[in-house]
């Protein structure tokens, strides 16, 4: 074994006992595309959950179906951000949450600075700057919202997939999928809810409590229906990634 190879290796359990987690190469395989994939589906929906969304009241309960336009992408971020920390480890996924996080600042930032800029003084070029004003400027809310509730909650579905791995290894894979999903998402949304409500368009309490009972529940359950999909994708992504399977190999020799 090399040197390099004898520092990246993971430790021999003492004997009779798991020989805990194994991670990919931050390097190699994937992991890039998995990364670029959670800074866009950020970004984009930072700038959907801008727009309030309203599908009205549903039939004989009085409540209203109420959520913003970014509602069907941001799950997604939480279904990267499993993937990451199961094939990467949690420090990668810390990684990937913090890049995430830096580049939504950065286009916030830069939408501030696009709406600053003097406009064609024509009618076309007025009523762009109008729409850009609406559109973009209260994104920096939504996106201090999101970034706070990304931040807080993927951190705890990041600890909760890599600490359920390190006790149970290459074992119920399901089981922290399930786990973190509905940990990371409650986490997410109560926080995400309470900064960005204003800057959305809810005004009342009542929209407030139906804002957030429904991200909560549409983000879980979106979560639990796409696990098949997510743990059939770990699973590829494992059997493909060469430093992977080098690390299993070397933890199977060390028992």
Not at 176 to 199: K, P
Not at 200 to 211: D, K, L, M
């Amino acid at each position: 074994m090399t040197a390099e190879q004898n520092l990246t290796a993971p430790a021999a359990p003492p004997s009779g006992r798991p020989a805990g987690a194994v991670y990919a190469d931050r390097g190699s395989s994937h992991f890039d595309i998995l990364l670029a994939a959670m800074v866009t589906v950020v970004i984009l929906s930072g700038i959907g959950a801008a727009k309030g969304v309203s599908f009205g009241d549903v039939p004989g309960t009085g409540f209203e179906i109420i959520t913003d336009g970014g509602f069907f992408l941001f799950p997604l971020a939480y279904v990267l951000g499993d993937i990451v920390t199961e094939l990467y480890g949690p420090r990668s996924a810390r990684r990937a949450i913090l890049t995430s996080f830096a580049v939504s600042i950065l286009a916030s930032l830069s939408y501030q600075v696009i709406i600053a800029l003097p406009p064609f003084p024509d009618e076309y070029g007025l009523a762009k700057q109008e729409a850009l004003e609406v559109a973009l400027g209260p994104v920096w809310i939504v996106v201090l919202a999101g970034l706070a509730g990304f931040l807080a909650g993927q951190s705890l579905n990041s600890l909760v997939v890599s600490r359920m791995k390190r006790r149970m290894g290459e074992r119920g894979l399901i089981a922290r999928l399930f786990t973190s999903s509905g940990l990371g998402e409650l986490v997410d949304t109560i926080i995400f809810c309470a900064i960005a409500s204003v800057a959305i368009g809810i005004t009342t309490f009542e929209q407030y409590v139906e804002y957030t009972v429904l991200g909560v529940l549409y983000k879980v359950l979106v979560q639990y229906a796409m696990i098949p999909v997510t743990s059939a994708v770990i699973r590829w992504l494992k059997r493909t990634d060469p430093t992977y399977q080098r690390r299993l190999a070397e933890q199977a020799a060390a028992r």
